[in-house]
């Protein structure tokens, strides 16, 4: 053979070779090779999902509102830890005002026990909470062994001294209203007792067994707005509720019963807002000018619920921060 032509042959040879060695080498670097990805290779591993945040829910956090009034407080209670937040003054109390009906009607039917209340009482209970409606409270309230009699030392009726007992309040005094301390809605309570009331409503201990969904029930149906108000009963579906974004709501029914009365004895409304569901209790308290109408107090307790949400609504997909890899 002629050295021109073993030249020409050797040459293709090692181009050969080397064609051959480039496949091999990047499936080693690559960890393709039946030896896995040992050595010095570089290990590829894949994005990582986003993850979704957690479902909102109300939990404690700064509450700022440009409040102009006597009296501004709120609690929130997580149900799960039983942990109670809130302002610095959520033990001063306030009138109850109607928040205190969805006591009475829970008082009213535990005592029942298995037993259906007469389609008249039943009623009475329904609007007593759907509509605020004072007359139907009265009648519930007197079922339940309430009076307007005033006892003695300060003591409270025994349809509220059993509120007491068996929601384990700590703040809740009778009314010392001049002529009206018998009656019912000037109760005073706190905002840390409203929310255990709340609790204690949702968890089955004020209505008992038979009775608690259909309570809650009922206060999930409470009707009417702002402007919906006449002289002994009006709308009292506003507050809290208007503060909740969509995706709580969606999550299960938010059960309230707020209580609003405008008193001549001092001028000011006196404005509460109670709500409960599954995993929180909340409650806003407050006393302002009457001037400054029903709807200021609605959108005050409205703004702390909106704070109080988390993560707040539009919150980014966050993605985990991986090692890519090594060289």
């Not at 032509?5 to 690559?30: E, N």
């Not at 700064?62 to 799960?80: I, K, Y």
């Not at 349809?159 to 005073?188: E, H, M, P, Q």
Request: proline share 7%; charged share 20%.
């Amino acid at each position: 053979m002629r050295p021109r032509v073993a030249m020409v042959f050797a040459v293709a040879a090692i181009l050969l070779g080397s064609a051959m060695l480039v496949p091999a080498a990047y499936a080693k670097l690559s960890g393709d090779d039946d030896g896995g990805s040992g050595g010095s290779g570089m290990q590829i591993v894949a994005a990582p999902e986003p993850t979704a945040p957690p479902p909102p829910t109300l939990a404690a956090a700064p509450v700022s509102v440009n409040f102009s009034g006597e009296f501004f407080s709120w609690a929130l209670l997580d149900r799960e830890s039983g942990s109670i937040s809130g302002s610095k003054n959520l033990a001063s109390t306030s009138s109850t005002e109607s928040m205190i009906k969805a006591w009475i009607v829970a008082d009213y039917l535990r005592q029942l026990g298995d037993k259906e209340p007469s389609p008249r009482m039943k009623q009475m209970a329904s609007l007593a909470i759907r509509d605020s409606n004072d007359g139907a409270a009265d009648a519930v309230w007197g079922a339940a062994g309430g009076s307007y009699r005033v006892y003695p030392n300060g003591q409270l009726n025994p349809v509220l001294k059993r509120a007491v007992d068996i929601c384990g309040l700590t703040d809740t005094k009778r009314g010392n209203v001049a002529g009206y301390l018998g009656y019912w809605s000037f109760t005073r309570m706190s905002p840390r007792d409203a929310v255990r009331l709340g609790d204690c409503i949702a968890s089955g201990k004020a209505a008992g067994p038979k009775w608690t969904t259909w309570v809650l029930d009922e206060m999930s149906k409470v009707r009417g707005s702002v402007k919906e108000q006449r002289t002994t009963s009006g709308g009292g579906k506003w507050g809290i509720v208007d503060g909740l974004p969509a995706e709580i709501k969606a999550q299960g029914p938010v059960s309230i019963k707020n209580g609003w009365t405008p008193l001549n004895y001092d001028g000011n409304w006196h404005v509460n807002c109670l709500a409960v569901t599954e995993k929180w209790s909340l409650a806003v308290m407050l006393r302002y000018p009457q001037k400054k109408g029903l709807s200021y107090g609605a959108k005050v307790c409205a703004s702390v619920a909106t704070q109080l949400v988390t993560p707040q609504p539009g919150a980014a997909l966050k993605v985990p921060q991986q090692p890519i890899g090594k060289l």
